[in-house]
T-cell receptor
Framework: EAGVVQSPRYKIIEKKQPVAFWCNPISGHNTLYWYLQNLGQGPELLIRYENEEAVDDSQLPKDRFSAERLKGVDSTLKIQPAELGDSAVYLC???????????FGPGTRLTVL | GQQLNQSPQSMFIQEGEDVSMNCTSSSIFNTWLWYKQDPGEGPVLLIALYKAGELTSNGRLTAQFGITRKDSFLNISASIPSDVGIYFCAGQLGAGGTSYGKLTFGQGTILTVHP
């Protein structure tokens, strides 16, 4: 069974440019999470989806970050415009239900120059 | 955002030695979990603890859920080179709120094992 798929794996952009990350969760997993992992830190939740509904986006900086999961399957996280401080790894995870085991993808490493 | 207090930050040990790391929180969690992250990969679940006082083993790994529900420890016995990586603790709240399922992570313990 395929795990959580994320693309791209690496992205280098200049500040003020837009960037988007894509995640395809494990088949049948209704809950999808986006986490931000800064260097030397543990992941921090940005947003959680139950099917296509964002049920916890309290940690998402809404002035520049947006996310969508239109059909309740794959999801896109966007930053516009990117800032230097956005350089980090963006992890996607999925679980069958909210309290279930979360399976993480390999992440997208973003570098903003 | 909130992060759990995990210690030590790093450990350098010889192959065959035992390792212990712990995690504390100012908040109560319903579930404690321990993850391992290899370079360029996402965290992988090692052990999940669901009940205060619970002691659980997974091969050479043993973890305990503190009685106060505010702490947990992980022990690795007879370390081997493939144990190298970053270990994270995480706390998870129970059902009943928008934060259900949210994982709050520690800062990680970097483990280096010398052959």
């Amino acid at each position: 069974e395929a795990g959580v798929v994320q693309s791209p794996r690496y992205k280098i952009i200049e500040k003020k440019q837009p960037v988007a990350f894509w995640c395809n969760p494990i088949s049948g997993h209704n809950t999808l999470y986006w986490y931000l992992q800064n260097l030397g830190q543990g992941p921090e939740l940005l947003i959680r989806y139950e099917n296509e509904e964002a049920v916890d986006d309290s940690q998402l900086p809404k002035d520049r970050f947006s996310a969508e999961r239109l059909k309740g399957v794959d999801s896109t996280l966007k930053i516009q415009p990117a800032e230097l401080g956005d350089s980090a790894v963006y992890l996607c995870a999925s679980s069958i239900y909210p309290g279930g085991e979360q399976f993480f993808g390999p992440g997208t490493r973003l570098t903003v120059l | 955002g909130q992060q759990l207090n995990q210690s030590p930050q790093s450990m350098f040990i010889q192959e065959g030695e035992d390792v212990s790391m712990n995690c504390t929180s100012s908040s109560i969690f319903n579930t404690w979990l321990w993850y391992k992250q290899d370079p360029g990969e996402g965290p992988v679940l090692l052990i999940a603890l669901y009940k205060a006082g619970e002691l659980t083993s997974n091969g050479r790994l043993t973890a305990q859920f503190g009685i106060t529900r505010k702490d947990s420890f992980l022990n690795i016995s007879a370390s081997i080179p493939s144990d190298v990586g970053i270990y994270f603790c995480a706390g998870q709240l129970g059902a009943g709120g928008t934060s259900y399922g949210k994982l709050t992570f520690g800062q990680g313990t970097i483990l280096t094992v010398h052959p």
